[in-house]
T-cell receptor
Framework: EADIYQTPRYLVIGTGKKITLECSQTMGHDKMYWYQQDPGMELHLIHYSYGVNSTEKGDLSSESTVSRIRTEHFPLTLESARPSHTSQYLC??????????FGQGTRLTVV | KNQVEQSPQSLIILEGKNCTLQCNYTVSPFSNLRWYKQDTGRGPVSLTIMTFSENTKSNGRYTATLDADTKQSSLHITASQLSDSASYICVVSDRGSTLGRLYFGRGTQLTVWP
């Protein structure tokens, strides 16, 4: 079983609120990723990190930001949530060229 | 452009039957190919990972094949069970960057009926 955790699993929040989605892994992986997935659609990379203090934007433009202060922790923040941010957010981690392990996801609904 | 195409988009089969899912990719330079199973509302879980030199890999009732020359892969499921109902995602990794970038297909939605 993969040791990567996301909280919360479900979040319903009002427009304009600031939110942080948490992602932690205990496998010591250098690489971590955030993906956005709408129902029935493919995963889109929105952020990734090679290691501590290294973050890059992914393919899909996102208004979210990330930080990587510790190897095991890769939180994603939305400063002002909007209904268009409603989606499922998946966090993953991997060692170099090995399989990626995914968290259970956070299903975000902005009303 | 690096792409991963999967077919069919969706598939319905009866319990106990076999099925085969297809994946074609244009990712280059190729590093490895993975098949993931994603249950509704959950994160993907790895089924198999195959490198350039591997043609076949099995994991229980799941058998993946890879033809690196034609850039095609298949996932064969034997004696399907109701719990096999899920989305099956083909993911290809390149080795042209330190990231080992992952490219995702849209998945095949499999439904197994009793």
């Amino acid at each position: 079983e993969a040791d990567i955790y996301q909280t919360p699993r479900y979040l319903v929040i009002g427009t304009g609120k600031k939110i942080t989605l948490e992602c932690s892994q205990t496998m010591g992986h250098d690489k971590m990723y955030w993906y956005q997935q709408d129902p029935g659609m493919e995963l889109h990379l929105i952020h990734y990190s090679y290691g501590v203090n290294s973050t890059e934007k992914g393919d899909l433009s996102s208004e979210s930001t990330v930080s990587r202060i510790r190897t095991e922790h890769f939180p994603l923040t939305l400063e002002s949530a909007r209904p268009s941010h409603t989606s499922q957010y998946l966090c993953a981690s991997s060692a170099f060229n090995t399989e990626a392990f995914f968290g259970q996801g956070t299903r975000l609904t902005v009303v | 452009k690096n792409q991963v195409e999967q077919s069919p988009q969706s598939l319905i089969i009866l319990e106990g039957k076999n099925c085969t899912l297809q994946c074609n990719y244009t990712v280059s330079p190729f590093s490895n190919l993975r098949w993931y199973k994603q249950d509704t509302g959950r994160g993907p879980v790895s089924l198999t990972i195959m490198t350039f030199s591997e043609n076949t890999k099995s994991n229980g009732r799941y058998t993946a094949t890879l033809d690196a020359d034609t850039k095609q892969s298949s996932l064969h499921i034997t004696a399907s069970q109701l719990s096999d109902s899920a989305s099956y995602i083909c993911v290809v990794s390149d080795r042209g960057s330190t990231l080992g970038r992952l490219y995702f297909g849209r998945g095949t939605q499999l439904t197994v009926w009793p």
